[in-house]
């Protein structure tokens, strides 16, 4: 697997594909965009941080690619829509420049309040002039946080133990969180009018943008002090450059901006604004936290390599991580049971069903339906399905996905069932675990029990005396064995389903010639790749 790095990533991180013999590492930094285009088709690994755009044009260009990883949290260098219609995996590192963020944004608040800067300049220059720098504290202050994620939230704890009363604003923050962190809840009008500080940790999409305008900057109280150490683009910047000439704001302290570097007129009077504390995108530029996302970042693609699920990456459903030891198995057999089902069907389908039953049903299954989809779908279409671009593929094959879930008790603890409808047909089949190993315990209406293996065959046939034998036979002529059979029957003398387990594949003539001899209804040699990886 060649990974292609085109900027500067801790060597902590490097080291942790470089000892992986699988990975091949080519470290290019700064390469020109058209040479970047031209080469990026040899590689199956993108590993960026913020100057590389991983654009449509970029990601088309890279006929490989299978993954594309940012060293960083946020991911508006990478255009993960087209990544997704691509199959794509986009992966970051979401948790590993938290402290250096939350520790910015107060240092960055710390300096505006005690005017360390001005200060500082002015005894540079050689003035002592005490008499002009009055700082003002934290202590008894009101804090608006918008966005209590784990940063907004780190920063709100440390707001807090500077004694400021804290408000938060946050649409989707559970009532937990909200109780855990000490905080009180409310809107953005009550929190953009009440607050004497306010920072933002949001990220940026068509809900956030200029989230901060000029209406919201007129509401505020006179003198508030405003950060933004999340994303540029949440807070107008023209606004914020009138709120400051104003007085209306009485200090920012930014750190990002819709343009980097800065090119407008508007960003650049900003930034030279004596009331402005102006960064150049430094929160997450402390030594721990560049090691953190590049160490984070590296183990994703080594999970990627290994074939386990991705703890972060943004175009896939995916577990809470301890939950993961627990639904790895429902995932490895979800994607043998759509891989036998998918290949029991002639025709396209135009309805798929993922039943859970029993505990499992208790957690949230999508990637296990997810999962089990791509691996369908690997079975009837040309291009490559998986995680990323399966549900977009069924989209455009018209193809409807639905969940079911029971956790009322069953035969078994859990059972996962797949029924994929067609114009003319239904196929289902139901699997569980048994000692740790995936089990098939019904196809269509009949019970079985079954391990599935690299190399089956189906046959239903009227269920007679001597019929058994005769499929013996056959594969004994051909030097095929047989390792197991499991069968089923609705009656006597009724329509019978045996299920063999060979140890070697079938040639075509010899299905037929099975087929023939039993005068079967339905007779299908399956190929379970998947079966095979699990030994």
């Known amino acids: 697997m060649k990974i292609l790095v085109t900027e500067k990533i801790a060597k902590e991180g490097l080291s942790i594909l470089e000892n992986d013999p699988r990975l091949e590492l080519d470290i290019k930094i700064d390469l020109p ?7 990026i088709g040899d590689y199956d690994a993108l590993l960026i941080r913020s100057a590389t755009k991983a654009d449509r044009e970029l990601l088309d260009a890279g006929k490989k690619l299978k993954i594309v990883g940012r060293a960083g949290v946020g991911l508006d260098n990478v255009d993960v829509k087209r990544a997704s219609e691509l199959g794509i995996i986009v992966c970051n590192a979401p948790f590993g420049n938290i402290n250096s963020v939350i520790e910015h944004t107060l240092a960055l608040l710390l300096a505006i309040c005690r005017k360390l800067v001005p200060a500082d300049a002015s005894l540079k220059a050689g003035r002592w002039d005490r008499s002009t720098f009055k700082a003002s504290e934290l202590k008894g202050k009101v804090a608006g946080v918008i966005g209590l994620n784990k940063i907004g939230g780190g920063v709100a704890t440390l707001l807090k133990s500077f004694g400021c009363e804290v408000l938060g604003c946050d649409p989707y923050v559970s009532e937990k969180r909200v109780q855990d962190l000490g905080v009180r809840l409310v809107c953005l009008e009550e929190l953009v009018r009440c607050a004497d500080i306010i920072t933002l940790h949001v990220p940026l999409n068509d809900e956030t943008r200029n989230l901060i305008d000029a209406q919201q900057l007129a509401s505020m109280k006179p003198g508030v ?20 000439e104003k ?3 009485g200090g920012a302290g930014v750190d990002v901006w819709s343009e980097e570097p800065p090119k407008s007129e508007v960003i650049k009077n900003l ?3 004596p009331r402005m504390l102006s960064m150049p995108h430094l929160g997450a530029s402390s030594v721990e936290a560049q090691i953190n996302v590049a160490v984070d970042v590296a183990k994703e693609i080594v999970r990627y390599a290994n074939e386990q699920p991705l703890e972060n990456a943004a175009n896939i459903p995916r577990f809470d991580s301890s939950l993961m030891d627990q639904m790895r198995p429902f995932l490895h057999l979800a994607n043998i049971m759509a891989d036998f089902v998918a290949q029991l069907a002639d025709s396209n389908f135009n309805k798929i069903t993922f039943s859970y039953q029993g505990e499992v049903a208790n957690y949230c299954c999508t990637p296990i339906t997810v999962c089990g989809l791509a691996a369908m779908l690997n079975n009837k279409v040309e291009q490559d399905v998986n995680m990323v671009n ?4 069924a989209e455009n094959m018209g193809i409807r996905i639905e969940e079911k879930k029971t956790t009322e008790p ?5 059972t996962v069932v797949i029924t994929i409808e067609g114009p003319n047909f239904r196929r289902s089949i139901a699997g569980t675990h048994f000692e740790g190993k995936p089990r098939i315990v019904q196809l269509r209406d009949y019970q079985v029990d079954f391990a599935p293996e690299e190399h089956m065959m189906v046959i239903t046939y009227e269920d007679r005396p001597g019929m058994i034998g005769r499929i013996g036979r056959i594969m004994g002529e051909h030097d095929i064995n047989i390792a197991a059979m499991s069968l089923g029957r609705r009656e006597k003398r009724g329509e019978a389903m045996v299920i063999l387990s060979l140890d070697s594949a079938v040639p075509a003539d010899v299905v037929k010639e099975i087929g023939e001899m039993v005068e079967s209804s339905f007779v299908k040699y399956l190929h379970l790749v998947k079966a095979r990886a699990e030994q």
């Not at 069953?410 to 859990?414: A, D, V």
């Open 390 to 393: 399966a549900a977009l593929i």
């Open 225 to 244: 002090v405003l950060l933004n150490t999340a994303r540029g683009g949440v807070i107008n910047e023209a606004a914020l450059l009138d709120a400051l």
């Open 410 to 414: 069953g035969p078994f603890s859990n």
């Open 33 to 39: 965009r058209e040479e970047l285009l031209n080469v």
């Open 247 to 249: 007085g209306q704001v």
């Open 271 to 273: 930034i030279a604004h």
